[in-house]
């Protein structure tokens, strides 16, 4: 792996300073000095030998995983839906599960929404329930359908869908709340301008208030795409109206959510575009979500490019309330490409110089998922090019507590074709990664778990 030492050295103290709160009015070091991952790096985690959540026939991809207090596991993902399929097409004669970005009908297959449950820590799994009460060609990729759980167990699903022509550029996105036992609703649609609102985000507040954001396109010029977000009381009544959060963003790359201070604060994070500039930014809401401050960049990156790369940041926060950022960029250097890391220790004011977790390999966009432990420990999952061929893996990386040192890059898959899009959970004692496998004509999810005992 070609890690640049320097940067390492610079960021772990930095870091470490400002973990155990020695820094002084917020300031942020830049000094870049040698140094390399030490012997008390985390220790590498034992993965299982995995298993698949859904059979290839079924061609699904795009999971995404959840835990719940209770104990349980749901992973919610796409597939070709049977009961929807038109035109006589065949439920694997396409390939979209993986990699279908386009805004056109995909070759006449329904995709739905579907969910399955574990209670034994992701050995066996419920049979899937689907989620979508109406067959609609659901996006999966960036756009993926999502759930989170209330702290009642109550699950609530949200996806995107294309316009009645089949246009993804012109979508809609769609709310469903369920039972613990996965029984949903009808699905309604959230934007109140039609055909606006795509890349959904969801969460749950400590005291039972979901937030739902979207990229909405209501306002066609200037072509950048604005971040809105409603809220939604836990019986599914709207509380106000859906709220313009700012901008502008690209077309078509996911924003995220993330809570502290017992919901009073909320940081969305999305990538945004400034005249073809288009670094991370993280907005924040210190009064539940009614106001926003103006955004701030997450790392002064300096990327131009005229299209939108379909990755967004991934933001979580941690028991202190550290807001932690992964990211990909090309960065104004295309030898610097690669997936990145930051903290702020200030609510989103200002953030730590960017870490490097792992080199681009190849020509293309590779795609990170964060998830932070009950220490502060630091877990990142991402696709990435091996370098023998054009196919990609699901890599993994631990950043320990004390933001000190990194542990080694672990290659999680071993995919024929490719993998990519994972996707991570946490519960009390171990860790799930989910992630898409395609070969050929066919796509499916696959599930691997390491104990963090």
């Given at each position: 792996?070609?890690?640049r ?8 103290l ?23 991952d ?9 993965f ?12 699904s ?13 749901h992973?919610?993902?796409v ?11 065949s439920?694997t ?5 993986a990699?279908?970005h ?9 995709r739905s ?8 820590g992701g050995?066996m ?5 689907k989620?979508s ?8 990729d960036?756009?993926l359908?999502?759930?989170a ?15 009645e ?6 979508a809609n996105?769609?709310?469903s ?5 996965g ?5 309604v ?7 606006t609102?795509r ?13 739902v ?17 409603t809220?939604?009381k836990s ?5 106000g109206?859906d709220?313009?959060v700012?901008?502008?963003s ?12 017992a919901g ?6 999305y ?6 500039v288009r670094?991370m930014?993280?907005q ?7 106001t ?5 960049r ?7 490019s ?13 028991a202190?309330?550290?807001?932690h950022?992964?990211?990909?960029t090309?960065t104004?250097?295309p ?20 870490l ?10 590779i795609?990170?998922?964060l ?11 991402w ?5 023998a061929?054009?196919?990609?893996q699901i890599?993994?990386?631990h ?5 000190r ?25 171990k ?14 999810v696959?599930?691997?778990t390491?104990s963090?005992?």
């Open positions: 792996m070609r890690l030492t320097s940067v390492l050295s610079g960021f772990a930095t870091l470490a300073v400002l973990l155990t709160g020695c820094g002084a009015g917020g300031a942020r070091s830049t000094t870049v000095s040698s140094a390399s030490t012997d008390s790096a985390p220790a590498p985690l034992v299982d030998a995995g298993l698949r959540l859904r059979q290839p026939e079924h061609n991809s795009s999971p995404f995983l959840r835990a719940s207090t209770d104990g349980r596991l992973a919610v993902w597939e070709d839906d049977p009961a929807g399929s038109t035109s006589g097409a439920p004669s396409s390939t979209a599960g990699h279908d386009g805004s056109g009908a995909n070759s006449g297959v329904v929404p579907y969910m399955a449950t574990s209670t034994d050995r799994w419920s049979q899937p329930v989620i009460d109406t067959p609609q060609k659901v996006e999966g960036e756009g359908p999502k759930i759980v209330g702290q009642d167990g109550r699950i609530y699903a949200v996806w995107s869908v294309p316009n022509k089949g246009d993804k550029m012109r996105t769609r709310f709340s369920g039972t613990p036992d029984v949903f609703a009808p699905a649609t959230l934007n109140p301008v039609k055909n609102a890349f959904p985000a969801l969460e749950v507040s400590p005291d039972g208030t979901v937030f954001g979207w990229i909405d396109r209501r306002v066609d010029s200037p072509a950048p795409r604005r971040i809105y977000l809220r939604i019986d599914g009544s709207t509380i109206s709220a313009n700012g901008g502008p690209c077309e078509c790359c996911r924003m995220t959510m993330a809570f502290a201070d009073k604060t909320i940081h969305i994070a990538r945004q575009n400034m005249a073809n670094d930014v993280v924040t809401s210190h009064d539940g979500g009614v926003f401050a103006e955004p701030v997450i790392s002064d990156d300096g990327w131009y005229k299209g939108c790369p379909h990755s967004g940041p991934i933001i979580a926060t941690d202190r309330g550290n807001l950022a992964v990211w990909w090309p104004s250097d030898a610097q490409a690669g997936i990145y890391y930051t903290v702020s220790t200030d609510g989103g004011r200002t953030f730590a110089p960017r490097l977790i792992d080199l681009e390999k190849g020509t293309g966009v795609h990170p998922y998830g932070i432990g009950e220490r502060g420990d630091v877990y990142i999952v696709s990435n090019f091996t370098g061929d054009a196919s990609t890599f993994f990386r950043l320990s507590t004390d933001g040192t990194l542990g080694p890059v672990q290659q999680v898959s071993n995919a024929e074709g490719s993998a990519s899009r994972p996707n991570l959970a946490l519960s009390q004692d860790l799930y990664v989910a992630w898409t496998e395609t070969k050929e004509n066919q796509s499916w696959m599930l691997k390491a963090l005992r």
